[in-house]
């Protein structure tokens, strides 16, 4: 009994996100640009790490790999903790101490809040809260 109320939590949690990473697609087509825009508002500092994507290849593969990972996680889970520790830790050599690395997770759920606008309800917020407070204990 116990399991199974464990695995409809677990459902009810993928499906909003998988419900919301669709939604965006459906209404926005790709994020990065609004990641970005949320990412250096709350923190400007952090546009500068940049300088030398030119060509925007070294955001792009980070919203790839993002997804990605939140995609493995509400799946499988077969591969997102091992790629969020290792990312955590390289990215302290591109100047990105690990406990600023979830400042872009957080990007991307306020970037898909502002698109979802309305349709952002407290299940949704809760389900990405939870979701980001788990890969926060990532390490
Ligand atoms: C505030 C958080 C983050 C900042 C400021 C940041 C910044 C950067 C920077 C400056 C680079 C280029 C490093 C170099 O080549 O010298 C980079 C590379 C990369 N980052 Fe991030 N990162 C963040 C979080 C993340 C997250 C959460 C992921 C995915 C889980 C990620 C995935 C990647 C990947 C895949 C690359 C290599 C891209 C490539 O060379 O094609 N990053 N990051």
Redesign the pocket.
Known sequence: MVLTISRAEHMTYAAHIVATLESVAARHGDPADAIYTE?FAA?PD?ES??W??RDD??????V???L??ILDYVGDRLTAPQ??AA??H??D????PAD??????V??RDAFRQIMSADWTPATDRAWNQMLTE?ATIR
């Open positions: 990412l923190h952090l790490l940049f030398l994507d290849g070294v955001r792009r593969s980070m790839q790999q993002g990605e990972c790629i969020i990312a955590r390289h990215h050599g591109y100047g990105v600023r690395f979830d400042a872009f997770f990007a991307m890969f």
